[in-house]
């Protein structure tokens, strides 16, 4: 039978602020009917609230006013890099952190200033790190002893100051699953802990960079605040240390990874986590930056699927949908959970039954819930799986030569579509055939 600790259809629509069931329209995002954008854009669509966009934004700039740290907020573009979702979070004040030249050139298009975005990531190109010193971004996280010294000769190049942040790796396991933990000695990110001191003044004596502080990520979906606390320790002791060695530390990037309750587990929210960043940094005069991205855009997104058959196998119910892996990866690639939940009101009350919901991708691992207890929904019903605004669209495929989906958002009782649905032929439209095949 499914798991205990999943919940309910009706459960799921309760926990959820923005979403809500109404007898004749069905479930409502935010207030609009999902069935309408449906109806006007076909499945599978991904619809995002902008309203819950700037409401979960909102409350973690509280959070961290309340705990007198006043650190900035800036989105992690990778968790999803639509223009009308960056646009939104810029125009709520956010910054950016970007990992690529196409994050920072985004960023730059849906508005977000050049001294409001910090470029991290291991495997910076000299044509990226060129971009971030001509655009004047407000800092480089370092991530090597190697990349610090590519920094300096592109600088130097160049004939520009660039500002940097040590990246330190403080071999802290946050507890999440393997393929998104960053913050352990094997990981690929960051400088151990005791080389730091000496980057920082090898950085410090070169003539075109200036090292303004220290950053750290330990990983994503964090579910508890040991991790952080542990993290945050370490980095704060670097900081002394580098003062006391005579060094200028005025920034502390700290990251993001706060995790989401895709089964409404609980889990600390915004309040936590600036209670840890307080505890750590309250006292070292230095201006701080937190990257959250899951934790903003994720329960604000989700994505329509219609059911194509009801196939079975014995006891067994195969739920098929016209949404797969190429769509929404995560299930298939983390195990993820996502809360499935239908579009009709009718179907929403039914008695749940174990089913198997997936794609029709020729993969097994093109399965979006085993075993789940969901009403009987026959060919042609909708569901939306929830809380998948973050590494959902971004990480989509064409893979099946499967165009890529549709997506609209809600904004104050109106929606709009943000990205049209891909048309078949784009999938080859930048392909050649050699003149020598027949």
Request: aromatic share 6%; net charge negative; hydrophobic share 50%.
């Amino acid at each position: 039978m499914p798991g205990d600790s999943d919940p309910t259809v009706a459960e799921l629509i309760a926990a959820r602020p923005d979403l809500s069931i109404h007898a004749m329209d069905g479930l409502l995002l935010s207030g609009i009917p999902l069935n309408a954008v449906a109806d006007a854009l076909g499945t599978p669509t991904w619809v995002y609230s902008a309203d819950a966009m700037r409401a979960r934004f909102g409350a973690l700039a509280a959070a961290l006013e309340r705990a007198g740290v006043g650190a900035h907020i800036h989105y992690a573009v990778k968790a999803n890099d639509h223009l009308a979702i960056l646009r939104v979070f810029a125009e709520a004040g956010a910054g950016a952190d970007v990992v690529s030249e196409g994050e920072l050139l985004r960023v730059r298009a849906a508005g977000v200033a050049p001294g409001r975005i910090v470029f991290s990531g291991v495997g910076k190109t000299a044509r990226e790190l060129r971009l971030a010193m001509t655009e004047d971004i407000a800092q480089i996280n370092i991530e090597s002893a190697e990349e610090l010294a590519q920094v300096s000769a592109i600088a130097a190049a160049l004939g520009r100051t660039a500002r940097v942040a040590l990246r330190v790796n403080p071999d802290i396991d946050a507890g999440t699953h393997a393929k998104i933990s960053t913050g352990r000695a094997g990981d690929k990110f960051g400088i151990p802990a005791a080389d730091v001191t000496a980057l920082y003044a090898r950085a410090a004596g070169l003539p075109f960079v200036r090292p303004v502080g220290l950053a750290v990520h330990i990983g994503s979906q964090i579910a508890t605040m040991a991790p952080y606390r542990a993290a945050y320790a370490r980095v704060a002791e670097l900081v002394r240390a580098l003062r006391a060695a005579g060094h200028a530390v005025d920034t502390l990037d700290c990251g993001g990874g706060l995790g989401i309750g895709y089964r409404d587990e609980p889990l600390p929210g915004p309040a936590a986590l600036a209670g840890a960043i307080a505890g750590a940094f309250r006292d070292l005069d230095v201006g701080l930056i937190v990257e959250p991205g899951r934790w903003l855009i994720g329960p604000a997104g989700l994505l329509l699927a219609e059911v194509v058959l009801v196939k079975h196998a014995g006891a067994r119910r195969f739920v098929v949908l016209d949404a797969a892996m190429n769509d929404l990866v995560r299930p298939s690639m983390y195990d993820a959970w996502h809360g499935i939940v239908p579009l009709g009101a009718a179907e929403a009350a039914g008695t749940a039954e174990p089913a198997d919901i997936v794609g029709p991708i020729c993969e097994s691992g093109d399965t979006f819930a085993r075993n789940r207890a969901l009403p009987p929904l026959a060919p042609g019903a909708r569901v939306a799986i929830l809380d998948a605004g973050a590494y959902g669209a971004v990480m989509s495929s064409v893979y099946n030569a499967r165009p890529l989906a549709a997506a609209a958002m809600i904004d104050a009782g109106r929606w709009a579509v943000i990205r049209d649905r891909q048309p078949v032929e784009a999938l080859w439209r930048d392909e050649r055939i050699p003149d020598w095949l027949p």
